[in-house]
């Protein structure tokens, strides 16, 4: 499979803990992307990365928020302290460059917090 | 800033009838790119198609179509003949060239088709 991994695909926390959520992007892909799209709405941009540099990050992207890229290849979105506003489906993408190339998603991981 | 908006909620066809998806988008950048995405159950998002803002002129491939009209800032999207394995959530979405990292979804579209 040479598509976007991510892993878990689906998560449920209690309330006030850390969630990790992981995502392999296309192998020769340098930018990846993640978003949140919550239920009935289209994804929103959270954060880019091109290799390991973290080069923008959405207001939406609060304190309680970490991403990863170490060495360029996987990455990781950490959550802490969760609330139950943050249950949403989280995606991942990568592309190969910008200027209107497509992005491609992996199926995301389906976060719940009671 | 960028904005794109779908008017549709939701579509209900009966398979073989064509579907159109209308999308309007706003955009201060003169040069831009428009994509639709369609995102099944399996909650991936599958890239259809894209239209960069310099080129007008519309395509058919396949089953997809789509009318890119600068003028009224719209960006329709038409399946021909459905099939049942077109119904999903279908996304427009918008890129400027300065801000080329972020894509601006719409709220997206569901299409049911009946069998």
């Known amino acids: 499979d040479t598509g976007v991994s991510q892993d878990p695909r689906h998560k449920i926390t209690k309330r006030g803990q850390n969630v990790t959520f992981r995502c392999d992007p296309i192998?020769?892909?340098?930018?990846l992307y993640w978003y949140r799209q919550t239920l009935g709405q289209g994804p929103e941009f959270l954060t880019y990365f091109q290799n390991e540099a973290q080069l923008e990050k959405s207001r939406l992207l609060s304190d309680r928020f970490s991403a990863e890229r170490p060495k360029g290849s996987f990455s990781t979105l950490e959550i802490q302290r969760t609330e139950q506003g943050d249950s949403a489906m989280y995606l991942c993408a990568s592309s190969s460059r910008g200027g209107g190339t497509e992005a491609f998603f992996g199926q995301g991981t389906r976060l719940t917090v009671v | 800033a960028q904005k794109v908006t779908q008017a549709q909620t939701e579509i209900s066809v009966v398979e073989k009838e064509d579907v159109t998806l209308d999308c309007v988008y706003e955009t201060r950048d003169t040069t831009y790119y428009l994509f639709w995405y369609k995102q099944p159950p399996s909650g991936e998002l599958v890239f259809l198609i894209r239209?960069?803002?310099?080129?007008?002129q519309n395509e058919i491939s396949g089953r997809y179509s789509w009318n890119f009209q600068k003028s009224t800032s719209s960006f329709n999207f038409t399946i021909t003949a459905s099939q049942v394995v077109d119904s999903a959530v279908y996304f427009c979405a918008l890129s400027e060239a300065s801000y080329d990292y972020k894509l601006s979804f719409g709220a997206g579209t569901t299409v049911t088709v009946r069998a």
């Open positions: 192998s020769e892909h340098n930018r």
């Open positions: 239209r960069n803002s310099f080129d007008e």
